[in-house]
């Protein structure tokens, strides 16, 4: 005879462990905090907090000015994203990294082509598919 109880549980207790999928939640969380201040910062700059001179925005180069809007934009946005853990979260965030890290590689008059960057973006992305690839495996198909 089985318990009326037992048949109302939720779905989840069910479920084998999924170790590595809450490695990877974790993971995204981190990363959401740090594009949040990545954003922030970027928006920082265009509203002139922390500079001597209120204009330095409106003195830069346009594709300095371009390149900084952007990064304002969809740090944010992926930011909210990864928190969620939604999977256009995790599709904006991988066009923030690469565009950051080839603006970086590619364009170095307009950021200063730093290599810490280019190779932390390149690890984050890594660290990302390592993560999701494992957390793939230890689902039932």
Do not use: N
């Given at each position: 005879?089985?318990?009326?109880?037992r048949?109302?549980?939720?779905?989840a207790a069910?479920?084998?462990?999924a170790y590595?999928?809450g490695?990877l939640?974790?993971?995204?969380?981190?990363?959401?905090?740090?594009?949040m201040?990545?954003?922030?910062?970027h928006?920082?700059?265009?509203c002139?907090?922390?500079?001597?001179?209120s204009?330095a925005f409106?003195?830069?180069?346009?594709?300095w000015q371009?390149?900084t809007?952007?990064?304002?934009?969809?740090?944010l946005v992926?930011?909210?994203?990864?928190?969620?853990a939604?999977?256009?979260?995790?599709?904006?965030w991988?066009?923030?990294?690469i565009?950051?890290?080839?603006?970086e590689?590619?364009?170095?008059?307009?950021?200063?082509?730093?290599?810490?960057v280019?190779a932390?973006?390149?690890l984050?992305?890594?660290?990302y598919?390592t993560?999701?690839i494992l957390a793939?495996r230890?689902?039932?198909e």
């Amino acid at each position: 005879m089985s318990d009326p109880l037992r048949a109302i549980e939720p779905a989840a207790a069910a479920e084998p462990e999924a170790y590595w999928t809450g490695w990877l939640i974790f993971y995204v969380r981190a990363m959401a905090v740090i594009w949040m201040i990545k954003g922030l910062y970027h928006w920082a700059l265009i509203c002139g907090f922390g500079d001597e001179y209120s204009s330095a925005f409106e003195l830069a180069s346009v594709p300095w000015q371009a390149a900084t809007i952007f990064f304002a934009v969809i740090d944010l946005v992926a930011a909210v994203g990864l928190w969620l853990a939604a999977a256009w979260g995790g599709v904006v965030w991988l066009t923030a990294a690469i565009s950051m890290a080839t603006v970086e590689f590619l364009f170095p008059q307009i950021y200063g082509g730093r290599i810490i960057v280019i190779a932390s973006q390149l690890l984050a992305i890594g660290g990302y598919f390592t993560l999701a690839i494992l957390a793939a495996r230890e689902r039932p198909e």
